[in-house]
């Protein structure tokens, strides 16, 4: 017995350490009641961005916030495939459509430190917004922020894991309503 739940224990630490600490924390700014209104979706700008002056010169990096921004836009196509509305190419018919826009600021942070500082060393991070705008009167109708740290795991942790869950998390805070 005693051996039983030193074994949990250890898998239990070690999951802990081989997965990042980056739950995204979300939080819904503004929710307009009268989303469900539109027919169409717009994707507007999906930008990912690093003020680390490191980020800026790392080619590797910048290539994989390329990939990422790739992935995050996908991500929102998905939603939009499974929701009542209609991915559209152009702001042509305003009186029916959203514009969506995704923002994420990356740290990068220092993965060397991570893995041999330990906590709290070489922190990173991923903070994102996702605004909702009726492109008519520009006013926004949904407005969500997710933010969310890396500051352990193995070998340094995965910024790349963090990064998607924080996308995965601030889409799922749209209002969804199923195609009928």
């Not at 003020?51 to 196509?77: D, H, I, P, S, Y």
């Not at 009167?137 to 740290?149: G, L, N, P, W």
């Not at 910024?159 to 199923?178: D, F, G, W």
Request: hydrophobic share 35%; glycine share 6%.
């Amino acid at each position: 017995m005693k051996k039983t739940i030193t074994h949990l224990l250890s898998l239990s630490l070690m999951i802990t350490f081989l997965t990042a600490c980056g739950a995204a924390h979300v939080r819904t700014e503004k929710s307009s009641s009268d989303l469900h209104q539109y027919k169409n979706i717009y994707l507007g700008k999906v930008d990912i961005h690093s003020q680390e002056e490191a980020a800026k010169t790392n080619e590797e990096l910048q290539l994989k916030m390329v990939e990422w921004e790739g992935f995050a836009r996908t991500e929102l196509k998905n939603y939009v495939e499974k929701s009542e509305y209609t991915l559209v190419d152009t702001l042509d018919n305003k009186d029916t459509t959203l514009a969506v826009d995704l923002d994420i600021d990356l740290v990068y942070g220092n993965r060397a430190a991570r893995y041999f500082g330990g906590f709290g060393a070489g922190k990173g991070s991923v903070d994102s917004v996702l605004k909702v705008t009726d492109p008519k009167t520009q006013e926004v109708k949904f407005h969500a922020v997710a933010e969310s740290d890396l500051s352990v795991g193995a070998f340094g942790g995965s910024m790349e894991s963090v990064l998607k869950t924080n996308i995965q998390k601030l889409i799922e805070q749209y209002p969804r309503a199923a195609k009928q």
